[in-house]
């Protein structure tokens, strides 16, 4: 993909999920902080820095907790997208987007980078820049994969993973350890770990789930006081 349609697919997705933030409800935002463990206070969320709300919104515009609507589907519905626009492509694509986690591989041949989706056991050629840096390959996140053609973009909230993340998740915790300077690779998952987390993966709370551990291990710099 040539450096001028990512911008313009990036540039797009931000307006949409920006769009569809707004449609959160202060309930629904409520709901989702108290998923985290993240406190509710004078009607707002009490966060530590930008990157902790993202995942707040996150989960309001694409899997609220608590029996509330997707923001995301409010914006579809609500919003101005001509059928057949690159607005109404991304704005599809969003809507299909799949939660995973994911380990990067290294530097793909047709651009971006190439990624191993640890939940659905294939292969993704991911279009990011951030991902695409010197020295994340071995590294993981979670977060929502979209498919736009041929390479996929990540959307919403991206959330790093590390091997105290995994044995969180797979209900042997650790201690955690101060926060990295730099993300470190993560260890090779068993078969055994691996069926486990797709297991786990198929309740709704996963995303919930994946971020509070993310939240709990340090990995998104200090929680409030």
Not at 83 to 98: C, D, F
Not at 190 to 218: I, N, T, W
């Amino acid at each position: 993909m040539s450096t001028s349609n990512y911008e313009a697919y990036s540039a797009i997705r931000e307006r949409i999920l920006t769009a569809a933030g707004r449609r959160i409800p202060r309930a629904s935002a409520a709901s989702q902080a108290r998923a985290l463990g993240l406190d509710w206070k004078n009607d707002e969320v009490s966060v530590g820095n930008q990157a902790q709300l993202l995942l707040v919104v996150d989960l309001g515009v694409f899997g609220p907790m608590g029996g509330h609507s997707r923001a995301l589907d409010r914006e579809a519905k609500a919003g101005e997208y001509a059928e057949g626009s690159e607005e109404a492509a991304v704005l599809a694509a969003l809507s299909r987007a799949h939660f995973t986690l994911f380990r990067v591989v290294g530097a793909h041949l047709e651009g971006g980078v190439e990624a191993d989706d640890l939940l659905r056991g294939t292969k993704l050629r991911i279009e990011d820049r951030v991902l695409a840096r010197e020295g994340m390959e071995g590294t993981a996140f979670a977060g929502r994969i979209m498919r736009l053609g041929r390479f996929e973009m990540t959307c919403g909230a991206l959330a790093p993973v590390t091997d105290e993340v995994i044995e969180t998740l797979l209900g042997r915790p650790v201690a955690s350890l101060p926060t990295p300077q730099f993300l470190p690779a993560i260890t090779p998952l068993m078969e055994d770990d691996v069926a486990a987390l797709r297991g786990a993966a198929s309740a709704s709370e996963f995303p919930a789930r994946v971020y509070r551990a993310a939240l709990d291990h340090g990995l998104f710099g200090r929680l409030p006081e």
